[in-house]
């Protein structure tokens, strides 16, 4: 498999780090915005990097694209964020050709989840390679590679119980909020913050607390509002946030702010505040910590927490690898296809040229001749002479490899 990845001399990576060796802080220094991952993908293409993803959520940052070296791609990444090449370095992975298409199967997948089983990724995942196709940045074996990694995460979730129980980082934090928070339905709920993990949580705090005290806050109040109401809940201004945080037990910042939006100069209160944080980079200070009355809980403590939903999701990881090695199996299979089908196109260009040059012949030759009728004929014995050599290759016991070498010999073909 791994020469059919190799586009114009280049190879396919993935460099990138996650929650599993970066903590929130440096994740937070590599987290890309909507007009970063713009800036991106367009410095990409100016430097002839013609294929290019980039996903950025709350646990991982990610680069997969076609290159001549990983550091192409590094460099990018770094340029456009607050990161530096010697911190990502030392947190970082980088993957190459069958090995990067493994990884996003798991990424895709949930399996490589900070939560194991967090279907969330997926529709982070469909986003960014719908924003890379847009820019015309996303060439066929990547787009074939999306698909492919959606319809595993589609069969794993509706095949397995691998998504049972808590599966996302905003159904954690609700389950976090039930377990320490006593009569969860009669206190006061913030949510600053309504993009999806908002949102999300939004839907959680409502389905499973029985709370019909939840206030919203964004700063683009429309978008709260919408939100609000669909589950008929409160909007507050953001000016008011100071005021709101008083009245409230339990505050959940989930903003995409780059820098803190909550901090010890914004609390008011002596009465105990839950404080859940599930931004990266982190959106609440640390220094809200200084007050006794302030418990901080951020996304990476949320992840930590064992159960046993978590043990039955484990069991079946097995069922999901599976499923994952089926569906890569069909995606190997077209690129073996894709590896012989410029030999197969100029085949069939080639044989068409000499069907065109010999009709051609007989026409000035014979003034009763049948052009039309000759030229049926001869394409279906051209389109059968092409399908017998495509089945010889794709014949598991034929070497491709050398009878490509020996039909481009034979026919003296160039590919296009």
């Not at 990983?70 to 030392?90: A, R, S």
């Not at 698909?147 to 509706?158: E, G, M």
């Not at 914004?266 to 007050?291: F, M, Q, W, Y």
């Amino acid at each position: 498999m791994e020469p059919h990845l190799r586009a114009k001399g280049k190879h396919f990576y993935t460099i990138g780090l996650s929650y599993q060796k970066a903590d929130a802080e440096i994740r937070g220094h590599f987290s890309v915005d909507d007009d970063a991952k713009k800036n991106i993908l367009s410095q990409a293409k100016d430097e002839g990097i013609y294929s290019l993803v980039v996903i950025s959520t709350c646990n991982r940052t990610e680069l997969y694209g076609f290159a001549d070296h990983p550091f192409q791609l590094i460099k990018l990444l770094c340029e456009h964020t607050h990161g530096t090449v010697e911190e990502f370095e030392k947190v970082a992975y980088v993957h190459k050709n069958s090995a990067a298409v493994s990884h996003l199967f798991k990424v895709g997948t949930g399996l490589d989840s900070q939560i194991l089983g967090d279907f969330e990724i997926i529709s982070q995942i469909k986003t960014s390679f719908k924003q890379s196709k847009k820019k015309d940045m996303l060439n066929p074996f990547m787009e074939r590679l999306a698909n492919a990694v959606i319809q595993a995460s589609k069969r794993i979730k509706n095949e397995t119980e691998i998504s049972s129980g808590a599966t996302s980082v905003s159904f954690a934090a609700v389950q976090y909020i039930l377990a320490r928070v006593p009569y969860v339905s009669d206190k006061n709920l913030l949510l600053f913050g309504t993009g999806k993990i908002g949102r999300n949580t939004c839907e959680n705090l409502v389905k499973h607390t029985k709370n019909d005290h939840i206030v919203l806050i964004n700063r683009t109040k429309t978008k709260a509002e919408e939100i609000a109401g669909k589950f008929n809940l409160v909007v507050k201004d953001y000016a008011n946030i100071q005021s709101e945080i008083k009245n409230s037990d339990v505050l959940i910042v989930a903003t995409g702010a780059q820098k803190p939006t909550i901090s010890k100069e914004l609390i008011h209160s002596e009465k105990p505040l839950l404080i859940l944080d599930l931004s990266i980079p982190r959106n609440v200070a640390t220094n809200v910590t200084e007050l006794p009355n302030v418990t901080l809980v951020h996304l990476d403590d949320l992840s930590k927490m064992t159960d046993q939903t978590l043990q039955r999701r484990k069991e079946h990881i097995p069922q999901a690898e599976s499923i994952i090695e089926e569906i890569k199996e069909e995606f190997n299979s077209w690129l073996e296809t894709r590896k012989f089908a410029p030999t197969i196109k100029a085949l069939k260009n080639k044989l068409t040229t000499l069907k065109d040059a010999e009709i051609n012949l007989q026409r000035k030759k014979y003034a009763d001749f049948d052009e039309v009728q000759a030229d049926i004929v001869s394409s279906r014995i051209i389109q059968k002479i092409t399908n017998h050599f495509a089945n010889h290759l794709k014949d598991e016991n034929t070497s491709a490899d050398e009878s490509i070498e020996l039909i481009q010999k034979v026919f003296h073909l160039q590919n296009k």
